[in-house]
Nanobody, 128 residues
Framework: QVHLVESGGSSVQPGGSLNLSCTAS??????????MGWFRQAPGKQREAVAA????????YYAKPVKGRVTISLDKAKNTLYLQMDNLKPEDSAVYYC???????????????????WGQGTQVTVSS
């Protein structure tokens, strides 16, 4: 069974930046996907999409609250997915999860229900 492990979460001040990483335990697992994504869940709120990427072609998808402030990318050679977050706001505070839609080969985009494998999450706290 493949495991996804997130890292890079931290406490930062508003306006700060973070770069989250998600590494898959299986060799070349990232490349086997059609879609991978980042989601987040704040206390008392439902899990929501942040960003997704079509691994085969590179198309990216962003949720409206973060569009223009985050960038999703991947490094197939390192089997790693990234989420660069800039100009962070207090409302960005949440546990951030990496997810894989494998073996689904249809469209997934920002639809959490299409994602089958999830990491354990990494905490992001934005506070002054």
């Amino acid at each position: 069974q493949v495991h996804l492990v997130e890292s890079g979460g931290s406490s930062v001040q508003p306006g700060g930046s973070l770069n989250l990483s998600c590494t898959a335990s299986g060799s070349e697992f990232i490349s086997s996907n059609y879609y991978m994504g980042w989601f987040r869940q704040a206390p008392g709120k439902q899990r929501e999409a942040v960003a997704a990427i079509y691994v085969r072609g590179g198309a990216t998808y962003y949720a409206k609250p973060v569009k223009g402030r985050v960038t999703i990318s991947l490094d197939k050679a390192k089997n790693t997915l990234y989420l660069q977050m800039d100009n962070l706001k207090p409302e960005d505070s949440a546990v951030y999860y990496c997810a894989s839609a494998y073996p689904w080969t249809g469209y997934a985009g920002l639809d959490a229900s299409a994602y089958k494998t999830w990491g354990q999450g990494t905490q992001v706290t934005v506070s002054s």
